[in-house]
């Protein structure tokens, strides 16, 4: 029951003279319900069209970046977890949002500049790291029953996780000519998100697919790619729907040939790539129902199969695994 309830509360003021203050607080039972502030930002309307935005706010990855912690916002549970994957989404800077109509076409921008510090590999080995310098856009279009996005951003990533760091001192130490610690530790490497997402809301009908691919260049972490494809269908107070979704990331085997020379230092650093690997497919059946205007019961029953996770011990690439379960939970807004 506690690891993903959570309560929030957000809080807005206007200052007078298109100046805005914006808050949001979340408490989450995977933290003990400690509060902390997601969300805590300045917004000036520099004209009708653009809004400056300043403190800490959300990335913008995918179509319910906004929405994430608003259950009650989407017809799931949780959004396809293949896709809403990335391990955090706030960051420290500034955003400039733009709405414009063009051709019959509704169309928001948000370009986003500043920095991320987070903790990463939570479940095996906790580090502290950071992303430096981060920049993107995020372009989302409208037009009656149709809608979409595209998401492009970047920036330079710092993660010093302990075994990354030694395996790497280990390979500048035994083969210092090649140089190859560098492609294995993740120091102030270049990490970059591509997202596509598309919507078609035909009255009854609601269709969701979306497409991400992440990648840190010249570390130990593999290039993931990920998507997800739902229907649902709005029947009164119920919404059924069925998603299918699927997550992999790219083996890498280019570093470890650069080690011909010394087989078991080969093998080693093979390992620790394969080590990375990740892997699944998911059908999720459910259905939501609104019993209130304001809450939603929603029940999900998810099946994974070709699951590879060797971090976690779940599967190999030769020996994939499946599992299910069910989920219940109720969803409200006040």
């Known amino acids: 029951f506690k690891p993903e309830s959570k309560f929030a509360l957000q809080v807005s003021s206007s200052l007078g003279e298109g100046l805005s203050a914006t808050a949001h607080i979340m408490a989450r039972g995977s933290t003990d319900f400690k509060a902390n502030f997601e969300w805590a930002y ?88 950071k992303l430096e310098g981060f920049k993107g856009i995020n372009v989302q279009f409208s037009k009656d029953w149709l809608s979409g996005y595209a998401a492009y951003m970047y920036g330079d990533v710092f993660i010093p996780q302990a075994g990354m760091v030694a395996l790497a001192d280990a390979l500048d130490t035994n083969v210092p000519s090649l140089n190859l610690g560098t492609e294995v530790k993740i120091d102030n490497d270049v990490g970059s998100f591509i997202g596509l997402g598309i919507t078609a809301d035909l009255d009854q009908f609601l269709i969701n697919a979306e497409y991400s691919e992440v990648t840190v260049d010249d570390s130990l972490l593999l290039d993931n790619s990920q998507w997800y494809v739902s229907l649902a269908y709005r029947l009164d107070s119920y919404t059924p729907y069925l998603t299918y979704q ?29 080590g990375q690997l990740f892997e699944y497919t998911a059908t999720t059946l459910g259905v939501r129902y609104d019993f209130h205007p304001s809450a939603a019961l929603k029940f999900e029953y998810n099946a994974f199969s070709e699951i590879v996770d060797v971090t976690a011990g779940w599967g190999t690439p030769t020996d994939k695994e499946s599992s299910s379960n069910i989920t219940i939970s109720i969803d409200l807004v006040f």
Do not use: C
């Not at 800490?56 to 179509?63: M, N, T, V």
């Not at 989404?89 to 920095?115: C, E, P, Q, R």
């Open 42 to 129: 300045l917004s000036y309307e520099l004209n009708d069209n653009l809004t400056l935005r300043s403190g800490r706010l959300r990335l913008p990855f995918y179509k319910y970046s906004d929405y994430l912690d608003v259950g009650f916002a989407y017809p799931w549970i949780r959004p396809p977890k293949a896709m809403y994957s990335l391990l955090f989404n706030t960051y420290d800077g500034v955003s400039l949002l733009s709405n414009f109509y063009a051709g019959g076409i509704d169309i928001t921008t948000n370009i986003i500049y500043g920095n991320v510090e987070e903790t990463f590999f939570k479940t095996t080995t906790p580090t502290e790291g």
């Open 246 to 274: 699927h997550t992999e990331n790219e083996q890498n085997t280019e570093v470890a040939s650069k080690l011909s020379a010394v087989p078991p230092l080969a093998t080693t650093v093979q390992g620790a790539f394969d």
